[in-house]
């Protein structure tokens, strides 16, 4: 009995180093190296990163709680992102319809940092990937750059000329879709991906079939399938479009079916690692969703 006592005293003593070790080194891996006059600036996803790496540039220490090629409609925080959300001077998300997880993480932030909700005032729309809409843009790296000035007046000017600079690729990218989709031969877009391109769609007077809804584990059911299967049929389209995050497999069965070409469309939300790394930015991407567009759709210039 005493030794089956010991015994399971060891193993409790194992677990609890085991747990220790754990929360070490997951709280340790996301935790921003901070570096002396540097704010420590923590977004949610890909999207209010990449928009605060362009405003803060090299005057604030970012880092992203999703990992790379990470669903971020599901996420689920670990303790590391924990504890990275009560380092930061400046919390970024973009709202709670796109990351639920975010509601319970808000308790951890310290006293006395901002946390801006980016998407606080983007236009009501049933998608809530409100960055396809490049009007939706500017309040989002305003209320990031209003963020970064508050916590960090010395640089003031800075974040300034970087938003400008942000604004005026928005506006450029705004005149490059607005022509290039102006004289398409198709009109829908037909995703095999869920519900993240709607805001583009209607901005540019297209229509829009996704196979799933606004989440990735929204339903993409064999009847789903089948309807946009025989939409792409009877439109006789010659490319449906994909994204990487949801199964290629589906994409492979509606090619397959339909005897379309797949084209793959960037929802900004995840990127690889390789692309985080090399920072690959929202204008990046957005001016690939307008050659996939362009070329999917047949536009002529
Ligand atoms: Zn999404």
Same mark, same amino acid.
């Given at each position: 009995m005493g030794i089956f006592i010991e015994k399971s005293l060891f193993f409790i003593l194992i677990l609890l180093a085991g747990l220790a070790a754990f929360w070490f080194l997951n709280a340790k891996q996301p935790r921003p190296q901070t570096q002396d006059g540097q704010l420590t600036v923590v977004a949610s996803g890909y999207v209010p990163y990449t928009v605060a790496k362009q405003i803060g540039g090299d005057y604030v220490n970012l880092s992203m709680l999703l990992p790379a090629n =990470? &669903?971020? @409609?599901?996420f689920e925080p670990t303790p590391g992102a924990i504890v990275a959300v009560h380092g930061a001077d400046v919390f970024i998300y973009v709202s709670p319809r796109i990351e639920p997880w975010v509601t319970d993480i808000l308790t951890n932030v310290k006293e006395g940092a901002q946390v801006v909700? *980016? =998407?606080? #005032? =983007?236009?009501? #729309? %049933? $998608?809530? @990937? +409100?960055?396809? $809409?490049f009007d939706n843009m500017r309040p989002f790296a305003q209320a990031i750059a209003q963020a970064l000035q508050e916590k960090d007046p010395s640089h003031k000017d800075i974040y300034a000329a970087n938003l400008a600079a942000f604004n005026q690729q928005l506006d450029e990218l705004d005149r490059q879709f607005a022509a290039a989709l102006?004289?398409? %031969?198709?009109?829908r877009i037909v995703h +095999?991906? @869920?519900? =993240?391109?709607g805001n583009l769609a209607s901005r540019y007077g297209l229509e829009l079939t996704a196979l799933a809804g606004t989440s990735h584990d929204g339903e993409h059911s064999v009847k789903r399938l089948a309807q946009v299967v025989d939409l792409v049929k009877n439109s006789g389209a010659p490319y449906v479009f994909t994204e &990487? *995050?949801? #199964?290629q497999n589906l994409a492979g069965v509606v090619a397959k079916e339909t005897g379309a070409q797949l084209l793959p469309l960037y929802t900004v939300e995840h990127v690889s690692a390789q692309e985080a790394q090399n920072h690959v930015t929202y204008a990046d991407l957005m001016r690939r969703n307008l050659t996939s567009l362009q070329r999917g759709l047949e536009c002529q210039p």
């Open positions: =990470a &669903e971020p @409609h599901s909700q *980016a =998407a606080a #005032s =983007a236009k009501p #729309s %049933k $998608d809530p @990937h +409100v960055w396809m $809409d102006k004289n398409c %031969k198709y009109r +095999v991906g @869920h519900l =993240a391109f &990487e *995050a949801l #199964s």
